[in-house]
C-alpha cells in the first residue's frame, strides 16, 4: 500500500490523525506503518454507534458421536476420509498469529522448544501429525498458516531455515490475519507511538475473511478443496486432517465437524457444544448455570459433557454462504496502551476504549449442522498455555512420553 492509498483509506473511516508523525519516520518505520494500515481492518469503529449485547439464544444439548460408534464404524470413516484427501479435496488451515510471551519466549508460539534431550519444537510436533496423514494418503495435503502483523517475518523464516521440517514446501501457504484497530470511547483508534496502531488480531473468527484477502481462496478454489480443517497452534497432540474424522464428517452429511473431548469435571473451564435456537453452537463454562452442568441426558451422563479442543472441519461452501452473512461482532471494553499529544506512552489502569473480534463459535452458529466427534483426550489433547501447571509446557511433555514421542 502507498502513501496516497493509505491517506484514502484513513480518510474514508475518519482516521486520518494516523498519519500525523509519518513526514517523520525514517524509512523502514513508513513501509511499517503503510502495511499495518493495509491490514487493519477500520469498518468495525462503525459497530460502536450501535454498540448492544450480544445476547444468547435458547441452549439446548447437542448429541455427540461418541468413542463407541466411531469404533464401530472406524473402517468406512476412514476410507471415506482418505477417498477425499486423496482427491485433494481437504487442507489444513494453522492458526498460528500468537506469541510465546506466557511461556517466556518474544518468539512465536510455534518456536517455543519443547524438548528434553533434542530440539522439539510445536511446529514441529503439529507438521509431523500432518505428515502422518500424508504418508498414509500417498499425496501432500495444503497447509495454510495464519501469522499474525507481530510474527509473520520470524514464523516463514524459521519453518524455511527448518525446511518445514520435512513437509512439501510447495504446499504450505502463509498468510496474515488482519487486525482490528483498538479505538477510544469516540472511536478514534489510538496510536502505541509515531509508526505503531494499537491492534491486536481480529479474533479466531476472523481466519476465512483473513485467507479471503490475502489470496488464499484462489487456491482452495483451483485445488478442488472443499474442506478445512482448522486448528489452534498450540495443541501438540492434536490430529490433523484425521481420516477418520473427515470421512465421519462427511457421512454425516455435516457441515463442520468439531472434535471434542468429554469434560474432566462439571465445572471444567472449557467451551461445550449445544444448541442454541436448534443451531449449532458452543456455550463457554462461565454462561453453563449450575442448573445446566448437573443436566443428565437419557443415559444418565451430564448433558453439556464434551468441551471444544479448537479442531473443525468446515465445508467450504458452505464458508462461502456464511461469508455473505453478518457474523456477529464482539466489542469488548479494554485497558488500552497508548501514546498521548505529548508523545509520552501510557499504560491506563482502567479500561479506555474497545477491541473487536470475531470468534468461530459465531461461525459454527450460522452453520447449518455440526458433528461433535469425540476423541480420547490423554492421546489428543495435550494444550500449552502455561509455561507450569495445567494446560502446560509440562503437562503436554508428560503427554507426548504417554504417546511414545520422544522427546
Known amino acids: 500500500m502507498n502513501y496516497q492509498d493509505a491517506k484514502e483509506k484513513l480518510e474514508a473511516a475518519g482516521q486520518l490523525h494516523v498519519l500525523k508523525y509519518f513526514d517523520s519516520l525514517n524509512d523502514a518505520e513508513k513501509k511499517d506503518l503503510l502495511d499495518q494500515i493495509e491490514l487493519t481492518d477500520f469498518s468495525v469503529l462503525k459497530a460502536i454507534g450501535d454498540k448492544s449485547e450480544l445476547v444468547k439464544g435458547?441452549?439446548?444439548?447437542?448429541?455427540?458421536?461418541?468413542?463407541?460408534?466411531?469404533?464401530?464404524?472406524?473402517?468406512?470413516?476412514?476410507e471415506t476420509g482418505l477417498e477425499a484427501i486423496r482427491a485433494g479435496k481437504v487442507a489444513a488451515v494453522l492458526l498460528a498469529g500468537g506469541m510465546g510471551t506466557r511461556l517466556g519466549s518474544d518468539d512465536p508460539k510455534g518456536m517455543y522448544n519443547i524438548g528434553l534431550t533434542k530440539e522439539v519444537f510445536i511446529f514441529q510436533r503439529l507438521i509431523e501429525n500432518l505428515m502422518d496423514v500424508v504418508k498414509v494418503a500417498g499425496n501432500p495435503v495444503h497447509l495454510f498458516v495464519m501469522t499474525s502483523d507481530k510474527n509473520h517475518d520470524k514464523t516463514v523464516s524459521f519453518l524455511a531455515q527448518k525446511k518445514f521440517f520435512g513437509y512439501n514446501a510447495d504446499y504450505v501457504h502463509f498468510f496474515r490475519q488482519e487486525m482490528a484497530p483498538a479505538a477510544d470511547y469516540n472511536g478514534l483508534v489510538y496510536m502505541e507511538g509515531k509508526s505503531k496502531i494499537a491492534n491486536s488480531p481480529n479474533g479466531n473468527g476472523g481466519w476465512y475473511s483473513s485467507m479471503a484477502k490475502n489470496g488464499m481462496l484462489e487456491i482452495v478454489n483451483k485445488e478442488g478443496i472443499e474442506w478445512l480443517n482448522v486448528f489452534a497452534v498450540d495443541n501438540v497432540l492434536q490430529r490433523i486432517c484425521d481420516p477418520c474424522f473427515v470421512g465421519a464428517t462427511i457421512t454425516r452429511n455435516c457441515t463442520v465437524g468439531s472434535k471434542v473431548v468429554r469434560k474432566?469435571?462439571?465445572?471444567?473451564?472449557?467451551?461445550?457444544?449445544?444448541?442454541?435456537?436448534?443451531?449449532?453452537?458452543?456455550?463457554?463454562?462461565?454462561?453453563?448455570?449450575?442448573q445446566m452442568m448437573n443436566q443428565k441426558n437419557e443415559k444418565g451422563?451430564?448433558?453439556?459433557?464434551?468441551?471444544?479442543?479448537?479442531?473443525?472441519?468446515?465445508?467450504?461452501?458452505?464458508?462461502?454462504?456464511?461469508?455473505?452473512k453478518k457474523i456477529p461482532l464482539h466489542i469488548v471494553e479494554k485497558k488500552i496502551p497508548y501514546m498521548n499529544d505529548a508523545q509520552e506512552f501510557i499504560s491506563p489502569e482502567k479500561p479506555n476504549g474497545y477491541k473487536f473480534e470475531n470468534l468461530i463459535l459465531d461461525m459454527i452458529n450460522l452453520m447449518e449442522s455440526c458433528l461433535p466427534y469425540e476423541v480420547v483426550r490423554e492421546y489428543e489433547f495435550a494444550p500449552i498455555k502455561n509455561k507450569e501447571g495445567v494446560d502446560s509446557v509440562e503437562s503436554a511433555r508428560e503427554l507426548c512420553k504417554k504417546n511414545g514421542i520422544e522427546l
Do not use: H
Not at 62 to 72: G, T, V, Y
Not at 265 to 289: F, H, Q, W
Not at 307 to 317: E, Q, R
Open 58 to 78: 435458547n441452549i439446548t444439548p447437542i448429541d455427540a458421536m461418541e468413542l463407541s460408534e466411531i469404533a464401530a464404524n472406524k473402517e468406512a470413516f476412514t
Open 264 to 290: 474432566a469435571a462439571p465445572d471444567e473451564k472449557v467451551g461445550v457444544m449445544c444448541l442454541e435456537n436448534g443451531r449449532p453452537s458452543i456455550v463457554e463454562y462461565y454462561e453453563l448455570t449450575p
Open 301 to 324: 451422563d451430564p448433558a453439556y459433557n464434551f468441551g471444544v479442543i479448537l479442531n473443525y472441519l468446515f465445508k467450504v461452501s458452505e464458508l462461502n454462504r456464511i461469508a455473505q
